[in-house]
Every structure is written in structure tokens, then in C-alpha cells.
């Protein structure tokens, strides 16, 4: 059995290239674009979503049918059509210029391969079944989903910003990490979700007095 490292890949400003315009093409490059590349999209045809991204000028749209050289200056390559034999042909030539891959119909052949995600804010909880059933990994996304609510975003946002102060402040490492605990603890994101708009001057009025010399 195949085995996959996760990773968090930085994609912001790279050219990335979809092949096919089709809805997963469509899928992917969302996802693509959410993440701050540069998609250049090769398909004589697309979806109305993909066409109006085109029209916007939020992806590039060379309008027709796949050749070699569209791999130029891409380090990411998603092979996105309904014909097999192209999207082998792509995997090939996404080999030869060492680009990451992946193939939408064919497990095997992909470099990576897409997990089903659910974002909140900085908060990203991905869920990938190694390519054996992509439905039982969107099940498992959306009960996650219910699970992590809006109130994490906050919560997460808070959180980077005590952490700055915290790491600035206090310079035992014991004494930073126990901070940085409670404040990730269930009251804390109770408070988030009960009361947005004041948890954010409570916690420093919290961290005030914790970081206050007599305490
Ligand atoms: C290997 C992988 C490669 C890759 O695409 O990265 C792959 C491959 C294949 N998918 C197929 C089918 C479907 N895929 C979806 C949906 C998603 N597929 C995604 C990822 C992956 N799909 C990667 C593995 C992920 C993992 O390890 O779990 C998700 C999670 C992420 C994303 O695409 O963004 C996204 C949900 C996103 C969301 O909801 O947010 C649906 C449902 C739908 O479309 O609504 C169906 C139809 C139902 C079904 O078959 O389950 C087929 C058979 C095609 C056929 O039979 O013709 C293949 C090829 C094969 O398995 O041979
Ligand atoms: N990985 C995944 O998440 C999923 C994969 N699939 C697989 O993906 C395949 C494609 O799915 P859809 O997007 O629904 O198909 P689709 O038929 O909607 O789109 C195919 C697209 O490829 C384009 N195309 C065909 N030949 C081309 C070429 N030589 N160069 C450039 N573009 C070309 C077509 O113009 C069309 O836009 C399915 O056949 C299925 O096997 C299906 C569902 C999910």
C-alpha cells in the first residue's frame, strides 16, 4: 500500500497549471486560488464558474486542447480531463520537469492527492483516506464541520496574538507553554462563541494580571 507524508505546501504566488475545464477542474482550482497561486487553465472548454474566474482575470485560459509546453515555469500540475490517456501523458511530462501531480482519475499516478478540508480561518482540519474512498473522507469532513464551529476562527486569531506577547514577555519556556495552555482551553473558546465582541479585552485584562510582577 502506498503511503503519504502530509504536508502544508505554500503555494501563494507559484504557477500552477489545471488541464481540463470540467467540475473537478473547477474543484481544484478553487482550491488553487484559495491558496494564492497562479492558475493558468487549458481546456477548450469550462464550466460558468471556471469562465467567469477567466473573465475576472483570476486564472489565465489558454482555450484548447493540452500540448507539452503548457508545463513551462509551472511547479504544480493538476491533470483534470475526462480522457485517460492525456492525463497519463501529463503525469509523464510532469515527471520529466519535476513537478508535483495529481491525477484526478487515477490514484496511482498522483505525486499528492487532494483532502477534503474545512477551514476556519488559520484553522484548517484536512481529512485524506490515501484515495480509498474520497466520500467517506467528505463524510468525515462534515461531521468535523459541526464539530469546529465558526467561533474558532476568533479564537485562533486570539490566540496568535497572546502567544506574540507571550513569547516576547516571558522568558521561561515552562512558564510560556502553561499560558499558552489555558488560553487554548475550552472556556477560552466558550467565551468566543458566547461573547465575540468582548472576549478579546478579557483575555488581555487576563493576561495583564498573569503577567503581572506580584502573581
Ligand atoms: C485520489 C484522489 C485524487 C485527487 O483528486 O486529489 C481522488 C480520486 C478520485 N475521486 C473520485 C470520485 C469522487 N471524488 C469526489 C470528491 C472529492 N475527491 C477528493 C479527493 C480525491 N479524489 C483524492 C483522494 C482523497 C482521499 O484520499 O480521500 C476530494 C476529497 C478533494 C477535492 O477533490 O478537492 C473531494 C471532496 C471535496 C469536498 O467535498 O470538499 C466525489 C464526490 C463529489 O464529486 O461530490 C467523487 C464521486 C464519488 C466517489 O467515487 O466517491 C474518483 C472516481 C471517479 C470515477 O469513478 O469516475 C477518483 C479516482 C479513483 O478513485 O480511481
Ligand atoms: N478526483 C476527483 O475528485 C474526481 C475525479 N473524477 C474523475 O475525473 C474525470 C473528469 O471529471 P469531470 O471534471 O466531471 O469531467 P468533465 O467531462 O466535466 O470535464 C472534462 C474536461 O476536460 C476537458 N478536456 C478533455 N480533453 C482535453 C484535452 N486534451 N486538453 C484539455 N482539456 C481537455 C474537457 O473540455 C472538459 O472541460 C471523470 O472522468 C472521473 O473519472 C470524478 C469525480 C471526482
Redesign the pocket.
Known amino acids: 500500500m502506498k503511503k503519504y507524508y502530509p504536508m502544508m505546501v505554500d503555494i501563494n504566488g507559484l504557477r500552477c497549471l489545471v488541464?481540463?475545464?470540467?467540475?473537478?477542474?473547477?474543484?481544484?482550482t478553487r482550491g488553487l486560488l484559495d491558496a494564492g497561486a497562479l492558475v493558468t487553465v487549458?481546456?477548450?472548454?469550462?464550466?460558468p464558474q471556471l469562465a467567469q474566474w477567466a473573465d475576472t482575470g483570476e486564472i489565465v485560459w489558454r482555450r484548447?486542447?493540452?500540448r507539452r509546453e503548457d508545463h513551462e515555469g509551472c511547479r504544480l500540475v493538476i491533470a483534470?480531463?475526462?480522457?485517460?490517456e492525456?492525463n497519463v501523458q501529463i503525469r509523464h511530462e510532469a515527471d520529466a520537469r519535476g513537478q508535483w501531480v495529481?491525477v484526478?482519475?487515477h490514484p496511482e499516478l498522483c505525486t499528492f492527492t487532494?483532502p477534503a478540508t474545512v477551514t476556519r480561518g488559520k484553522l484548517c482540519i484536512a481529512v485524506s483516506t490515501g484515495g480509498a474512498s474520497?466520500s467517506l473522507a467528505q463524510m468525515i469532513r462534515d461531521q468535523l464541520a459541526s464539530m469546529y464551529g465558526e467561533e474558532y476562527e476568533l479564537h485562533l486569531e486570539l490566540l496568535q496574538e497572546m502567544r506574540g506577547i507571550i513569547q516576547q514577555r516571558v522568558p521561561v519556556p515552562k512558564e510560556r507553554y502553561r499560558l499558552v495552555k489555558e488560553l487554548a482551553g475550552e472556556e477560552w473558546l466558550e467565551e468566543c462563541r458566547a461573547n465575540p465582541e468582548k472576549v478579546r479585552s478579557k483575555m488581555y485584562q487576563w493576561l495583564d494580571h498573569a503577567l503581572s510582577p506580584q502573581t
Not at 19 to 28: H, I, L, P, S, Y
Not at 42 to 47: A, D, F, I, Q, Y
Not at 80 to 84: E, K, L
Open positions: 488541464v481540463g475545464g470540467g467540475k473537478v477542474a473547477e474543484r481544484k487549458v481546456s477548450p472548454k469550462l464550466t484548447r486542447l493540452y483534470a480531463t475526462d480522457q485517460a492525456v495529481n484526478i482519475d487532494v474520497p
